[in-house]
């Protein structure tokens, strides 16, 4: 076997997507770079404006390095639009490294639907694929996670999609968390096999047919309580999942800030809330997990929200790199195939 | 107009129905008739047991208010045969009470299912409503709430079935949260128009074509934030939503826990957190709200955790006296008719 890790790994970050960029993209990315030499970093956006980031940074990067792309897919444009109008985008750019091979991995923290849909149509699926999905990773009451997909908002998900959501998050979790055999529920509303709609019964037959180990029905609070390693549903029903979750800690944080406005003494407790927070919910802080992968697509592609920090940038690529090392599209083309076989 | 608030209403309360039945029912109940000289209560279930919680805890109960029923749906019997089967149950009785217009209003904490299926058949629908509705309140950023229609895990929700939840919820949350033109919003994966699936675009249409002060499409971030006072949705995704949204507390609980395990001073600053959240969260234990009201059956109709205590009855017992004092049941009716009018 190939020690992958001692292997180069080429990583393309668009410079240009998100609230912050291209300053953000473009630290974090060389700060990821920096802490693996395997890491062979390309900067994808406007040259000027990047290297502008670079000189004020006093940061140090190889020219050749930056692949220049003139034009942005905006956060309101149409993704599937922007990929026609906008040839020269970066995001279209990146995606097309990677599939001509020039780049083993592509991140970006602009349009979702975009990145989605230029690594869908651009890089292609895998053999077997029919749809590839987002999973988001939760932080459980046991200091586990639970990762659910599809978060994608990639709507009207059928049987079959949440049967390869399973396949795929199962090696995801297997490789990347350290679980041999993870636990599969399928999101419905009552644990009974007879509780759910008729998405639910049909995936459930899939799954108890396979060889996965699939555990049955879940609930909504089983995302939090961790009472399984994966959660598969549609992508209409994840992605409110995911954006109801993620909304959790500013509920929190406006009502410590409107109880520390109330005179002095409850100023001085909300400050100790506030550390004990930091220490006790840092995983509840999304924006540090640095982007969501997009699985079932024949190249990494990592997808970071619009207001990435530097960390999450840096992340996200650090991410790319452990995908690689640990062969991930590889293994996804083996039980991929394997399926296909049994079927 | 009648004068409401003067007249007595009477309400039945399963006392066999919940996980700390019949005591917490029995005490609960008693302590909200006490506290409002109009409600007549009517406690159903087993004589003797409840008799006994009276006798245990030093209450005073009039024997005739006591209607005997001696068979008990249980939480894991299936709701629609359990109405068949059961027929002597306090979940039955309670509800042909109202049908039989010997109570204004029926409480049970016990098997939901069965409370609704219960309900919806024997007390019937209003006219107008296909499918009655459970909404269930969150506390939102700005101190309000928003209620997100359907959670009773009504699942396949149609077009016209959201319109109704968006109809009914509106007077609900005129006339009992004093909201004079309540918003509302269709749970989506986007904010724009086009972002959603088959249900939310024929949904658009109904509710862009009406009175209702209808502003768009909302996600998962705006049941918490409070963006609009009302959120129609699937049930199957409401009741993800609510026992997702439910679950956070125990996470943080769990989390500050574990944190005040790691020494004295952890354990001192959790204390502070511990007396914080009380103050700041209380609103996030849904405990106390005590129960949510079925909407667009011909009666009042209240579901409580099964886990409901004492004040949780408390509270669906006075809940259920406001929505007779403000005469909700007469308010739907009229507005269903004006709908079928301007059709």
Redesign the interface.
């Known amino acids: 076997m190939t020690n992958f890790q001692n292997k180069k790994c080429r990583i393309a970050v668009d410079a240009m997507g998100g609230d912050f960029a291209p300053a953000n993209n473009v630290v974090g990315a060389i700060d990821a770079s920096a802490a693996d030499s395997n890491i062979q970093l390309l900067l994808v956006g406007d040259k000027n404006k990047i290297k502008k980031v670079i000189a004020e940074k006093n940061l140090q990067f190889p020219e050749e390095q930056i692949i220049h792309a003139d034009e942005v897919i905006e956060m309101s444009d149409s993704p599937t639009a922007a990929l026609k109008t906008k040839p020269n985008s970066s995001i279209v750019v990146g995606a097309k490294l990677v599939k001509d091979g020039k780049a083993d991995g592509f991140i970006s923290a602009g349009n979702t639907g975009a990145m989605m849909a230029a690594s869908t149509i651009l890089i292609g699926r895998l053999k077997g694929v029919s749809r590839p999905t987002i999973g988001s990773s939760f932080?459980?009451?046991?200091?586990d996670y639970c990762s659910v997909y599809d978060v994608g908002?990639s709507?009207?998900s059928k049987p079959s999609h949440l049967f390869e959501y399973a396949l795929l998050g199962s090696i995801y979790a297997r490789e990347m968390h350290n679980i041999p055999k993870p636990t599969i529920g399928i999101?419905?509303?009552?644990e009974e096999k007879s509780?759910?709609?008729?998405l639910t019964f049909a995936t459930h037959e899939l799954l108890s047919n396979s060889e996965l180990n699939y555990v049955g029905n879940v609930?909504?609070?089983?995302?939090?309580?961790g009472t399984v390693n994966i959660i598969v549903c549609d992508?209409?029903?994840g992605?409110?999942?995911?954006?109801?979750?993620?909304?959790?800690i500013?509920?929190?944080k406006?009502?410590?800030k409107?109880?520390a406005e109330q005179g002095l003494i409850?100023k001085l407790?909300?400050l100790?809330?506030k550390?004990?927070f930091k220490?006790?919910?840092s995983d509840?802080d999304y924006q540090s997990y640095g982007g969501v992968p997009l699985l079932g697509v024949n190249g990494i592609s990592i997808i970071g929200h619009g207001s990435s920090s530097e960390l999450a940038i840096k992340n996200m690529v650090l991410k790319a790199k452990e995908m690689f090392d640990k062969q991930l599209l590889q293994k996804f083309e083996e039980a991929l195939k394997d399926y296909a076989k049994s079927k």
Chains 1, 2 share one sequence.
Do not use: C, H, W
């Open positions: 932080p459980t009451q046991n200091g908002a709507v009207d999101m419905s509303v009552g509780k759910g709609n008729e609930e909504g609070r089983d995302v939090l309580k992508g209409f029903v992605n409110i999942i995911l954006k109801l979750a993620e909304s959790t500013g509920l929190l406006s009502r410590i409107k109880y409850n407790k909300a100790v809330v550390g004990v220490e006790a919910l509840m």
